[in-house]
Every structure is written in C-alpha cells, then in structure tokens.
C-alpha cells in the first residue's frame, strides 16, 4: 500500500521555466511533509518542509503547497537551474506519536534542459 | 557544522555473512533513523533510535537490527545475509522532536554476492 505517490516518473523543463513536482498522500494521520533531493549514490539533501498547519512554504526559489483536503503537495522551482536536475522525493510523517519515521514517495526525476 | 557521517562508503560481503554499518549524527541530534534503497522499493524506514531507545521499526526481518550510543552514534546489523539485502543503506539524523527535519548520510553501498 503506497501511502505517498510521486505519478511521475520524470520530468523535464527549459532553463528559466518553472518547474512544478506533484505529491499525493492517502494518510490523514500525516501532519508534516517534507521534500528532498538526490543525486545517484548520494544521500538525499533537505529541500523545504511544511507543517499541516500551512498551506505554504517559501524557501528561495523552492515554494512548497499543501491541499489538505485534497491530500496533495507540490513543489515549484523558480527559476529552473540546470544544477537542479536530480531525483525528488517527497516524504510524510505523522503517527500520532512520538517518532520522526518518514514515508517516501517514488520519486520524480527532474531533467533541466539549458 | 559537520554532516552526517557514515562508514564504510562500500561494502561487499557474501550470503550468509553479517554486516555492521555506522553512522554519526550531527552534532546535538538525538534522534537517528535508518532507511533501505532499493531500486525495486524504494526508500523504506528501517528503525529509528533516540537517546539510546528504538522508538519505532518499520517491517523488516529480525535479521535487521540496531542500536544507539550515549554520544547518540548508532550502527545497524544485518545478519545472515541475503542477496536481497543489497541496497544503500542511508541514516538520518534530526534534533528528536517531531516536525523537525531530518539530515542524511552519504550512505554505504552494501553488495551481497
């Protein structure tokens, strides 16, 4: 049972353009949701998070959006940079207790076109 | 401020044998947690360890196990390997309360021959 969803598999945008990855969750017990990004044999690197309690997070040229109702999250680049060709993940936590145990969705591999 | 550590980078080992990989928090993070990349299932949540106790342990065999130190290091062990158990093996650590980000290792490449 998948409980985060990354449908695309890959993604491509020019240089400059925007670049807009999708997330969906089925848990309504997931509170805080968090995006990385990673590079082949790498450990994946902290992007943005955000707390349920938002329904957006600014971090330079990453903006992340949360629908609760629509338990859906995306992230926008802007500007596209070629440096940010990599694999995103997005990632939920939330069990109601005391545990950072996070949820990884598929991932999307991101290919900016210079 | 240092990163997350974690050693060794590589590892080949054969089936049947065991294996003991290590990871060094950031410092002042309490909490570590252990994750499982494979290509077929992606990222998967081991264990996690704060102040020396597991808090949580997602669906792997026994055969996986853990630990944490006083210094809030932790090292996994996998015993009897399997040639499924090949994988990149990534720790995170964070601060210990919820909703705080978690920081990741640079990983070990574990080949199990």
């Known amino acids: 049972d998948q409980q985060v969803k990354q449908n695309s598999p890959s993604l491509s945008v020019q240089e400059g353009r925007i670049s807009i990855l999708n997330c969906d969750y089925t848990?309504?017990?997931?509170?805080?949701f968090l995006w990385y990004k990673k590079y082949p044999a790498e450990g994946p690197t902290f992007l943005i998070s955000?707390?349920?309690?938002?329904d957006k997070n600014e971090d330079g040229r990453f903006t992340v959006f949360l629908n609760k109702s629509a338990k859906h999250l995306s992230l926008h680049i802007v500007p596209s940079q070629p440096g940010d060709s990599a694999v995103y993940f997005c990632?939920?936590?939330?069990?109601?207790?005391?545990?950072?145990?996070?949820?990884f969705g598929t991932g999307t591999l991101l290919a900016v076109q210079p | 401020k240092a990163g997350v550590t974690q050693t060794p980078r590589y590892l080949i080992k054969t089936r049947g044998q065991q294996v003991t990989l290590s990871c060094s928090p950031i410092?002042?993070?309490?909490?570590v947690s252990w994750y499982q990349q494979t290509p077929g299932q992606g990222l998967q949540f081991l264990f996690e360890?704060?102040?020396?106790?597991?808090?949580n342990k997602g669906n792997f065999p026994g055969r996986f196990s853990g630990r944490q130190f006083s210094n809030s290091r932790s090292e996994m062990n996998v015993s009897t390997l399997e040639l499924g158990d090949s994988a990149l093996y990534l720790c995170?650590?964070?601060?210990?309360?919820?909703?705080?980000?978690?920081?990741f290792g640079p990983g070990t490449r574990l080949t199990v021959t």
């Open positions: 995170a650590s964070s601060l210990g309360g919820r909703g705080y980000e978690q920081y």
């Open positions: 848990n309504s017990m997931f509170d805080y």
């Open positions: 955000i707390s349920s309690i938002k």
């Open positions: 990632a939920a936590s939330g069990w109601g207790g005391a545990t950072n145990k996070l949820i």
């Open positions: 410092s002042g993070h309490r909490s």
């Open positions: 360890y704060f102040s020396e106790t597991q808090r």
